[in-house]
């Protein structure tokens, strides 16, 4: 696009290219160097006062050996491999439902995505009411009812449970999201498909949940990944990993052995963990997305 | 056809009321009087109702400090949030393709780092920084944009826009900023108040930032005032709960306020 090599020119491409510095220096400092540190650390004993004292593997034989770190992994797998694709599932179901056109349908769409602009910390203490076994109003609903309903949160069996519950409630992005893709579909294809006999059934699964699936697909990794840290604030302030360690998942693992214990090397040790973790799931996601023929166009990146 | 419309129609009303329901459940508890032993059945309201934990909270806590606090932070990040994510969205646009390409890619991988992994060594350089303990750790993140998501909302936004108008607006004699700012910015308008809004919850709400990089109470910001609370009086429910919904008030409040803005471009984008 130059035709003439000047110094006005040359300039003003760097500039377009300045714009772009802030954002490269802050990935540098916030991600790039703390990331680099956490691999780093794991091999040291470090408690943030004294100097770093090379420790070596002893970090990471630690960790493997703490009964704890294992359950802590166990916890977060199971609060993440069941969940997330029903709450997928959900967001998805519940765009169909609010898709095409009403009088409230506006409102009713604001309303799913209110629970996920209330903050964590109150969202968490909204539950902890609600779930209260005695007087919290789900359980008098469900006694009015007949049924005779479980201690919740106190219970090491329905603690997880419990956190899956009200998660349910925060599926506002995911909704949102499933249903610009929906409407992305062109009417045609539905109107065709109902023309040849296609029922309701019939026409979701066979026609639409595949033209879907890229996007429901990325909407899980998000909502794992969500889940799995949005969830700290719900667990240190509902259960503190209770009870029995119930609730103990692998962010209140980094949690306590960072800021309670001041063991930088095991909780940096723990994160390695996390970016295994991280990078087999985004392999997965890479190699589905070939098989689904997903190229790098933009239309992917509906995050 | 018309009993399927009302059963659809009934049914999107249901699950709107199960979805509000949180929320009403926080509100009437709130309103139960102090003192007063809990109901043991369900009500919808309170015998007596009583707006009088509203101004218990700021009797036990300096909760009209840490509003500010909250204030100030989301003061600060959202403003330099929308800058340097709309810069850097917009610096994309205009590289060639090829370069687009590495930068949407290294935007993605960023995204997938797991913030747990970031939560102690932030707070190590945050530290050495000085900020440990300031309003700074709290906005840190705004620096690069608070997400590589919005850096690519706003670079699907600009992306769109012909490079004629920019070269137009070259000819005009406008910088690189001022074309940001009277060109560009103005066309994704519905991107920026999205990311504004999201950023103003993001932060209104952070509780994690607070919890690790803060240790002056008087720099509390309202979620870690929940838990202080909490931690004063466990089984007030009715206080602890009118706290929340004071905490919760100035992000519903706004999302509501926008939603005339939202719903308009929905039907533009949308309509079928």
Known sequence: MLTRFSLTNLSHQTRWRLLLLPYAVGIIFLVVIPALLSFGLAFFHYDALSSPVWAGTLNFVLAYTDELFSLSIRNSLSLILIPVPLRVLGAFLLARLMQGNGRFLTWFRSIIYLPTVVPAAAFALAWLWILNPLYGPLNLLLQTIGLNPPAWLVDPVWAKPSLVLMGLWQIGEGFIVSLAALYDIPAELEDVARIDGAGSVALLGRIILPLIAPILLLLAFRDAIFTFQESFTHIYLMTRGGPYYATYTLPYFIYEQGFDLRAFGPASAAMWVLYALTGLIVAALYVVARQWHIGTTEETFVL | ?272
Do not use: C
């Open chain 2, 1 to 272: 056809m018309s009993s399927n419309h009302k059963g659809l129609a009934a049914l999107r009303l249901l699950v709107a009321i199960i979805f509000l329901l949180p929320l009403l459940w926080m509100i009437t508890a709130s309103l139960h009087p102090p003192g007063e032993p809990l109901p043991t059945s369900l009500r919808l309201l309170p015998v007596r109702p009583t707006l009088a934990h509203y101004g218990r909270i700021f009797q036990l806590l300096p909760l009209g400090r840490y509003t500010l606090n909250s204030l100030l932070v989301v003061a600060l990040a959202v403003p330099i949030t929308l800058s340097v994510s709309s810069w850097a969205g917009l610096g994309m646009a205009r590289l060639p393709q090829a370069a687009q390409r590495r930068w949407v890619v290294l935007s993605l991988a960023v995204l997938m780092v797991p913030g747990v992994a970031l939560w102690s060594t932030r707070f190590l350089i945050y530290r050495q920084l000085g900020w440990y303990d300031t309003v700074w750790a709290l906005v840190a993140p705004a620096w690069m944009g608070t997400s590589p998501f919005y850096v690519l909302m706003f670079y699907r936004a600009f992306h769109r826009i012909p490079a004629g108008i920019f070269d137009a607006a070259r000819l005009e004699g406008a910088g690189v900023l001022q074309t940001w700012w009277r060109v560009a910015l103005p066309m994704a308008r519905t991107t920026a108040v999205a990311v504004a809004l999201l950023t103003f919850v993001l932060y209104w709400g952070d509780f994690i930032s607070p919890l690790l990089y803060l240790r002056s109470g008087s720099r509390y910001t309202l979620p870690v005032a929940l838990q202080t609370l909490q931690q004063l009086s466990r089984s007030d429910w009715a206080l602890m709960l009118a706290a929340a919904v004071w905490t919760m008030i100035v992000p519903i409040g706004l999302f509501l306020l926008l939603q005339p803005i939202f719903n308009r471009s929905q039907k533009r984008n949308l309509s079928q």
